[in-house]
């Protein structure tokens, strides 16, 4: 892959705290392996649920429940 212009801007945005991640600022990258994995990158939890290394659709739902 060609290299992302964008990587070091993107790196510092980046709250995958899963540290030997080779795709940490190549959010295309990243997508696409959390897409083929059924899951979600990082970056759509909350530092609480992020920490938890489950990327799942369902711990995103149970993470932006709102209370009834």
């Given at each position: 892959?060609?290299?992302c212009?964008?990587?070091v801007k993107n790196r510092a945005n980046c709250n995958?705290?899963?540290?030997?991640?080779s795709r940490k600022g190549l959010c295309c990258e990243c997508i696409a392996y959390h897409r083929?994995?059924?899951q979600l990158p990082?970056?759509?939890f909350?530092?609480?649920f992020e920490q938890t290394?489950?990327?799942s659709i369902k711990n995103f739902i149970k993470a932006n429940k709102?209370?009834?």
């Open positions: 892959m060609k290299k212009i964008n990587q995958c705290s899963y540290e030997p991640c083929a994995q059924h990082a970056c759509y909350s530092a609480e290394y489950d990327r709102i209370p009834t």
